[in-house]
Structure formats: structure tokens, C-alpha cells
């Protein structure tokens, strides 16, 4: 992902904050949070998680996952959403304010400061995961046998 569609696809930096960690969202956060007041929750409920057989197969219903959510309107009237995996309240809360932060002028800013920071430890850490698992990667190969020619 570019540097420039995390400023301006919404989708994308709505997932980058909905995966981070909330620890790094959270040392992250400016030191003062802008007037704003809470629309719904920090909510925690389920949500049916559903499947493709093959990826793209026919559909099935895999399980249900728990998420928190939470809607903020700043002072200014910009509503910001975020839907999180668990039940950290503080880490939905967190998503919604800076999605609402990212929808105004000041959102260069919120991108260089938290944006692509998450962007880094999220690349960081699955440099790692692809590591570990290169490491336990088996070579097979065949030898040639005498009774095989």
C-alpha cells in the first residue's frame, strides 16, 4: 500500500487501525484528544463470521467473532466509526477518533504521526510471522534410484 492511499482511502486506514495493537494505537494517540462526544458505545458484541469453500466457492458460516464498536462526532460535525476485533473498549474508542481525525484538514498530520507508524510495526510484524515460518519450511526431493532407469 502506498503512502498516499493511506491518506486517502478510508477503507484502508480504517483496517490499519482496526488490526493494530491497541498498545501501539494507544502511545500513538496525541497527548489531547479534540472535543468530541460519543455517539454509540464503545459496544462489545458478536458478529457471524462467514467463509468461501476454496476462497471463492460457495458461502458458509465459519463462527462468530466478538468486536467492540464505537461511533464519535468532533465538535466540528465529522462523524468516525471503528469496528475492532475483542473487547478492548479504549481501542475501539481510539480507531473512531482518529478515523474522525483523518476526515479533516489536519489528516497529513495524524498520517505522518500515527498512520505510518502502525503501517510499519504492522509490516514489521509480518516480516517476522514469514520468517519464522520460512524457518520451518521442508525441502522434499527425490533421489534417482538404480531400479528406476
Given amino acids: 500500500m502506498t503512502d498516499h492511499a493511506l491518506l486517502t482511502d478510508r477503507r484502508a486506514w480504517m483496517g490499519l487501525l482496526a488490526r493494530a495493537r491497541p498498545e501501539d494505537l494507544a ?9 468530541h462526544h460519543l455517539l454509540r458505545g464503545p459496544e462489545i458484541g458478536t458478529v457471524l463470521v462467514r467463509g468461501r469453500i476454496g476462497g471463492t466457492g460457495g458461502p ?7 468486536v467492540t464498536r464505537c461511533t464519535v462526532r468532533l465538535a466540528d460535525g465529522i462523524v468516525g466509526h471503528a469496528v475492532v476485533q475483542g473487547r478492548d473498549k479504549t ?10 481525525l483523518m476526515q479533516t484538514a489536519g489528516a497529513e498530520a495524524f498520517e505522518g504521526s500515527v498512520l505510518r507508524p502502525l503501517s510499519r510495526v504492522e509490516a514489521d510484524r509480518r516480516d517476522a510471522l514469514a520468517r519464522r515460518a520460512a524457518a520451518t519450511r521442508v525441502e522434499f526431493f527425490t533421489m534417482v534410484r538404480g531400479e528406476d532407469e
Fill in 27 to 35: 502511545r500513538l494517540m496525541p497527548a489531547d484528544l479534540p472535543d
Fill in 60 to 66: 458458509f458460516n465459519l463462527g462468530e467473532m466478538t
Fill in 91 to 100: 481501542h475501539a474508542h481510539h480507531a473512531a477518533v482518529l478515523d474522525a
